[in-house]
């Protein structure tokens, strides 16, 4: 039934989750608040690179976008919450279109590099106009949790909900959006430009309409990071934030939505883990400050090495060399 | 009129700076095809080696070509551990763009960690050899140390050489060939794998040229999570993007061009947009002529 | 079939990530306030160990901890041993509000000490709501004057002057000794420098050259020399540096190259000697004759009681790091945490160390040369400077010999010379 329904799938996940936020303590539903966030943030690097064979680094610019118009939005003309957020996905999309035509001409290490010089570049455009907030950023309050949810509601659960809610929908939409005629034509250009153009697709089009919904998509993400965070500064979104995204990516299978989950959790639970693990042993401040760095990398290393495709793909592969024979 | 020609040495002194990291970044490109944060890495950690070296020899002059030489053998290590077993198990497609950056970005988080390690979060300082104070003309000390002019020959010197392997030796043709296209190299006899390694070792070569010139230039000092290497990095690649990936002279020409756009609006405008005109002029270079100021139309999508 | 395992497999994560939140046990009843028992407290700082903001900062909670282990080792404070958890945020914010919700929420620190920067710790105060759980955020490493404020931060304190106070001390010691004289600026192009142009502002300073950079670009190899070629066209006679340490070296270094002559004055920040020295020992020689601000006794100042203590104190829990400003910082926040919690009394809340502070924060016996003005309507720390000169080693020696102490405020108050005498240190620094 799941398989005819997958709608009904994703509303039973849902309720599961939100079932299980009343019975976790604090810190776990704002890690699950953070998972939701990074599986949005995934996903759209998952279309813009899997599916339309566009490499970005910069991703983190465009999360950047969608959270100061989110705070930009909320501060100066007070609008509702939902409201910042549609206004974060258009505004980020708008970022994606002009960058999409800048970058349908390019290809390989060039759109890398662009796309990285723009993660490096954005933030500082912070410092340059006042109402930018600065260094030190700008608040970003969505307010208390509705009084009809109790009055032991906290406000972290209520940041869990309404990620949780985010990335289903985002999720849902992006997997019909990708099985669409639309997802079919990015996959056609990835394989084969030549070919798809003879086919009678708009290379040019189809490439500026990746990062244009790849866009919109982080840029929901950045808003809800900047919910979590309660403020959005250059800080928040440096090259590093861009960096995870694409691990985070590749870790999940960069060809397929199916396993974003797994780089979304990876990217929250191993640094605590290997924290963790450090802290049951006292050593010196040498061996604790670079052994999660060590750990963490050699970690992405081997799995990269051994698993480049992905888990999901690697699975695929081997029930296909299984069926074969 | 003196600050006019300031600004000129100043530019010029910044740009060979750019050149040193743009031709170790063309070299790997054009060997390898991969973009390469390892690149950072490596020089990296030849600069501490470099560091080992001159507390240990006292002189820099013999501390630097053998860092150039552990370079160049650090990084064929890297490529037969690391690429090589990259492109045995990816396929070819989206993953094959992302995949090797990914993991030479793991690279370099773990080659900082050790450095972390071994030698502590903290500066570590290199002395300059040459003395950075300005040349005298009369009165006035002018903008060119001896310091800097090092670093031009080093730029003019490597430029020199490693254009001669590549254009005129048997070696240079393995290596153009490889990279462009390695089906077709192999065919004509040429050991691919070999080739790309040699390839790999010039470039963690002249990465650990570049990684020590830069410190002693600039304040002697590095760390781990210098900020210094990370905007040095980046400046470089754009100077070799300006120019035109695909070659050496233009990857000098693009650092110039850089250094100087950046010194005049340093000077006569205002020294707060250094990095948005930075990237301005990365976009307005990849609108206007992707293929940079050197280099023929791209024939085949890179 | 190939959608069948995609399915499992998405099922398969989404199990594993329930499982993964589930797997850790609801929060216990808490009778009293978490990290306080009769023999413990724990503390808890988030600051950058690693990442490009780390050199010199990654000191701090070293230093911290070499205090409060000397404070154990002599029977810590009314009985309670003080343990301090340190967390690496990579001077990045939303690190910092995951790493502080680590220490509210699972560490269950007592209080956050020592946070540093302005945006992680607005980004911890508003996410992890302090204010609302009350938990105490003690003397937050950063010179934004907006934390002074009790109503918008009711459990934060401040401690190091803002840098709008810091700017006008030094505009009028300006206006006083180089009336007349070409001045010029060089300023990070950011909240840090703008503070700084509004306290020269108020102060009534006018720079004929001001020159902003963009933070990070002093670094860049053009930078130094572009700012030196500006200033030796414009006939600088003083030069104010108020930036953070490369741009400090870039500026002197740059200047060594080109023969510039400057009488340099350099702002607190960037002014730490030794910080310089670790880039490159070569350039402290440059800074003699420079005139430098502080309101902590010079690390180099062997003969002052705390300094003394804590050189000893560092040197044999920390042997092969430098001492120098870091240091002193760090074991400064140390020490006047433990004096705070002395004084909160035996049965410890984190209400009544709030409380404490407010009523006797000002009073506390501390290290620093000015004092605190710690009240029950403000959470202003330190609110003065003292004026130095840097002598051939880079020590920066008090001008008149002894330490003249200025304070002001971060609004339009006026800049006086204060009377301020810095009461006794207690017997061998230890909470009696």
């Known amino acids: 039934m799941l398989k005819k329904h997958p709608l009904f799938g994703f509303i039973l996940?849902?309720?599961?989750?939100?079932?299980?936020?009343?019975?976790?303590?604090?810190?776990?539903?704002?890690?699950?608040?953070?998972?939701?966030?990074?599986?949005?943030?995934?996903?759209?690097?998952?279309?813009?690179?899997?599916?339309?064979?566009?490499?970005?680094?910069g991703h983190g610019a465009l999360l950047a976008i969608g959270g100061y118009a989110a705070a930009l939005s909320r501060n100066y003309w007070g609008a509702p919450v939902w409201l910042t957020f549609c206004i974060a996905v258009l505004a980020a999309a708008l970022g994606g279109y002009l960058l999409g035509l800048a970058a349908a001409r390019l290809s390989g290490p060039y759109l890398a590099g662009t796309t990285l010089a723009l993660a490096i570049g954005l933030p500082s455009i912070a410092n340059q106009f006042s109402i930018l907030g600065g260094e030190q950023g700008l608040l970003y309050d969505i307010g208390l949790p509705p009084t009809s949810l109790g009055a032991d509601f906290t406000q972290y659960k209520w940041y869990f909900w309404i990620s949780a809610l985010a990335a289903l929908v985002t999720i849902y939409w992006l997997r019909n959006v990708m099985n669409s005629r639309y997802g079919r034509s990015w996959k056609a250009v990835r394989s084969n430009d030549v070919a798809a153009e003879l086919a009678g697709i708009n290379v040019g089009r189809n490439k500026v309409l990746a990062f244009t919904v790849s866009a919109g998509v982080a840029g929901l993400a950045g808003a809800l990071l900047a919910m979590t965070i309660s403020t959005v500064s250059p800080g928040a979104f440096p090259l590093a934030l861009s960096f995870s995204l694409a691990t985070g990516a590749v870790l999940s299978g960069v060809t397929t939505l199916g396993g974003v989950m797994i780089g979304a959790v990876t990217l929250v639970a191993i640094p605590e883990i290997v924290d963790t693990v450090v802290h049951r042993f006292e050593s010196s401040e040498a061996v604790a400050n670079n052994l999660p760095g060590l750990l963490v990398s050699t970690l992405l290393i081997l799995t990269v090495l051994f698993v480049p495709n992905g888990p999901v793909e690697q699975m695929r592969a081997r029930h296909e060399k299984r069926a074969k024979r | 009129m003196t600050q006019f020609i300031d600004m000129l040495l100043i530019g010029i002194g910044a740009g060979s700076i750019y050149a040193l990291m743009a031709i170790a970044m063309v070299l790997v490109w054009r060997s390898t095809r991969v973009i390469n944060f390892a690149q950072a890495g490596m020089a990296l950690l030849s600069t501490y080696i470099g560091f080992e070296l001159v507390q240990r020899t006292g002189n820099f002059w013999i501390a630097l070509p053998l860092a150039m030489i552990l370079g160049a053998l650090f990084s064929a290590l890297v490529e037969i551990l690391l690429i090589r077993t990259l492109i045995k198990h990816s396929t070819t497609g989206p993953v094959a763009g992302i995949v090797p950056i990914i993991a030479t970005l793991g690279l370099l988080g773990f080659i900082r960690a050790t450095i972390g390690f071994i030698w502590g979060n903290q500066d570590i300082q290199i002395q300059p050899p040459l003395s950075k104070v300005g040349f005298k003309i009369g009165e006035d000390t002018i903008a060119l140390s001896p310091m800097n002019l090092l670093v031009l020959l080093t730029v003019i010197g490597m430029v020199l050489i490693l254009g001669f392997i590549f254009q005129k030796t048997s070696l240079g043709l393995s290596l153009r060939a490889s990279a462009y296209s390695p089906e077709i190299a192999q065919l004509a006899g040429i050991r691919v794998g070999a080739i790309r390694t040699i390839g790999w070792a010039i470039a963690g070569a002249a990465g650990a040229a570049a990684g020590l010139l830069q410190t002693v230039n600039g304040t002697g000092a590095v760390s781990p999570d210098s900020l210094e290497f990370s905007l040095l990095l980046t400046f470089g690649f754009i100077a070799a993007v300006i120019g035109g990936l695909e070659s050496l002279p233009g990857a000098v020409l693009g650092a110039v061009v850089l250094g100087l756009v950046l010194a005049v609006v340093q000077i006569y405008i205002s020294g707060t947009l250094v990095f948005i005109v930075a990237f301005a002029l990365l976009l307005l270079v990849l609108l206007i002529r992707p293929q940079g100021f050197i280099g023929a139309k791209a024939g085949r999508r890179a | 079939m190939i959608r069948t395992n995609r399915r499992k497999l998405a099922l398969t994560s989404a199990v594993l990530a329930v499982v993964a939140m589930t797997a850790s046990s609801l929060p216990a009843q808490a009778a009293s306030d978490p990290g306080v028992t009769s023999t413990s407290i724990k503390l808890g700082i988030t600051v950058p160990m690693t990442g490009i903001a780390a050199p010199g900062y990654n000191k701090i909670p070293g230093a911290m901890k070499a205090y409060f282990d000397y404070v154990n080792a002599n029977g810590g404070v009314n009985g309670r041993k003080i343990t301090l958890v340190i967390k690496d945020d990579q001077y990045i914010p939303t690190t910092a509000v995951a790493k502080a919700n680590e220490l509210i929420l699972k560490d269950k620190v007592f209080a956050l000490v020592g946070t540093l920067g302005t945006a992680s710790t607005k980004a911890i105060s508003a996410s992890t709501q302090l204010a609302k759980r009350g938990i105490p955020s003690l003397f937050v490493n950063t010179g934004f004057s907006g934390f002074a404020d009790k109503k918008a931060y009711p459990t934060t304190f401040s401690i190091l002057p803002s840098y709008q106070m810091e700017a006008k001390i030094m505009g009028k010691f300006l206006k006083d000794k180089y009336d007349g004289k070409k001045l010029a600026l060089i300023y990070q192009d950011d909240d840090f420098g703008r503070d700084a142009l509004a306290g020269f502002k108020q102060a009534g300073v006018s720079f004929t050259t001001a020159i902003p950079y963009a933070s990070g670009s002093q670094s860049l190899p053009a930078t130094g020399a572009g700012w030196i070629s500006k200033l030796k066209a414009a006939g600088t006679e003083v030069t104010v540096l108020f930036g953070v340490s490369s741009a400090s070296t870039a500026a002197l270094a740059n200047a060594y190259a080109a023969g510039y002559k400057t009488q340099w004055v350099l702002g607190s920040v960037?002014?730490?000697?030794?910080?310089?020295?670790?880039?490159?020992?070569?350039?402290?020689?440059?800074?003699?004759?420079a005139k430098g601000f502080s309101f902590a006794p010079a690390p180099s100042d062997s003969a002052d009681e705390y300094v003394k203590l804590f050189q000893s104190i560092y040197a044999s829990a920390q042997p092969t790091q430098t001492f120098d400003n870091n240091v002193v910082a760090g074991m400064s926040n140390a020490f006047l945490a433990v004096q705070a919690i002395k004084a909160a009394g035996s049965n410890l809340t984190r209400a009544g160390l709030i409380k404490t502070i407010e009523t006797k924060g000002a009073s506390l016996a501390n290290p620093f040369l000015t004092p605190l003005g710690y009240s029950a309507t403000s959470h202003i720390g330190a609110t003065g400077y003292w004026i130095g000169t840097y002598d051939q080693t880079g020590a920066l020696k008090p001008d008149g010999g002894k330490y003249t102490v200025y304070t002001t405020d971060s609004g339009n108050g006026p800049v006086v010379e204060s009377s301020y005498k810095r009461p006794a240190m207690p017997a061998k620094g230890l909470p009696n």
């Open chain 3, 270 to 289: 960037g002014g730490d000697a030794t910080t310089i020295a670790a880039s490159n020992k070569a350039y402290v020689p440059l800074l003699f004759g």
């Open chain 1, 13 to 57: 996940f849902g309720v599961i989750l939100f079932l299980l936020s009343n019975r976790v303590d604090e810190l776990r539903v704002f890690q699950g608040a953070t998972v939701a966030i990074y599986v949005i943030a995934i996903a759209s690097i998952i279309l813009l690179t899997g599916y339309s064979g566009q490499v970005s680094l």
